[in-house]
């Protein structure tokens, strides 16, 4: 599994931006494919997330504002940020969940920052 994930940058506060993440590796099946991010000095936190059923879950401080999709036969996920604030500023790192071991695979993160 490698993750390669693209987007992210500067964005004025109210703006839109749209991150992908591609996995260029092999695997049979993934259990789910996802966003979280990190801010300094604070833990990890799921954004939002696709599941094996096709369903999504996203953080409450996201909902009605971003959109997860996603190609499971390319291996691909996209997070589309509208309406984003000052505090989506963060790394957000894409995720692999894998189906038969329920190993976790990281992207190497990209920077979101949202300034007024």
């Known amino acids: 599994v490698q993750l390669q994930a693209s987007g992210g940058g500067l964005v004025q506060t109210g703006g839109s931006l749209g991150l992908s993440c591609v996995n260029t590796?092999?695997?049979?099946?993934?259990?789910?494919m996802g966003w979280y991010r990190q801010t300094p000095g604070k833990e990890r936190e799921l954004v939002a997330r696709?599941?094996?059923?096709?369903?999504?879950n996203y953080a409450d401080f996201v909902k009605g504002r971003f959109t997860i999709s996603g190609d499971s036969a390319q291996n691909t996920v996209y997070l589309q940020m509208s309406s984003l604030r000052s505090e989506d500023t963060a790394v957000y790192y894409c995720?692999?969940?894998?189906?038969?071991?329920?190993?976790?695979?990281w992207g190497q993160g990209t920077v979101v920052t949202v300034f007024s």
């Open positions: 696709i599941n094996s059923d096709g369903s999504t």
């Open positions: 590796g092999t695997i049979a099946r993934i259990n789910r």
């Open positions: 995720h692999l969940n894998i189906w038969a071991t329920r190993k976790n695979y």
